[in-house]
C-alpha cells in the first residue's frame, strides 16, 4: 500500500532556502515517478516537478526552473525537493505525488496530504 508522507515545510525569508522531503511509507522500493505539485490560496494545483522512478529524468514547471532541485533518494521510496532563492509567490502548500509521470494531476494516483510553505518578511 503505497503511503507518501512529506516533511520540511515552514516560513523562510524571501531569497531563503527550504528541503522537502516525501517518502512512501508503504514500502522502500518503487517503481513509479514522483512529482511534487503546490497550491496557493485562491489557486488551482500547479506542477512544480517530477522525476522518473529510477532518478534519471527530471521536468520542472517554468515558475520554479532554474531554482528547485527534485532528486530521489538510493532506496526510491523518497522523493526530495531542493527549493533556493524563495520568492513569495512560491507561498504554498507542497504535494508530494506517486504515479505514471507526467505534468499534469491526472498522471498521479498516489498523493500525500501536503506541507505548507510561506515566505515572507
Known amino acids: 500500500q503505497v503511503h507518501l508522507e512529506e516533511s520540511g515545510g515552514g516560513l523562510v525569508q524571501p531569497g531563503g532556502s527550504l528541503r522537502l522531503s516525501c517518502v512512501d511509507l508503504g514500502s522502500l522500493f518503487r517503481t513509479y515517478d514522483m512529482a511534487w505539485f503546490r497550491q496557493a490560496p485562491g489557486k488551482e494545483r500547479e506542477f512544480v516537478a517530477s522525476?522518473?522512478?529510477?532518478?534519471?529524468?527530471?521536468f520542472y514547471g517554468g515558475a520554479v526552473k532554474g531554482r528547485f532541485t527534485i532528486s530521489r533518494g538510493n532506496t526510491k521510496n523518497t522523493a526530495n525537493l531542493q527549493l533556493n532563492s524563495l520568492k513569495p509567490e512560491d507561498t504554498a502548500v507542497y504535494y508530494c505525488?506517486?504515479?505514471?509521470?507526467?505534468?499534469?494531476?491526472?498522471?498521479?494516483?498516489?498523493w500525500g496530504q501536503g506541507t505548507q510553505v510561506t515566505v515572507s518578511s
Open positions: 522525476i522518473d522512478w529510477k532518478g534519471q529524468r527530471t
Open positions: 505525488a506517486g504515479g505514471r509521470g507526467g505534468q499534469n494531476e491526472a498522471d498521479y494516483s498516489y
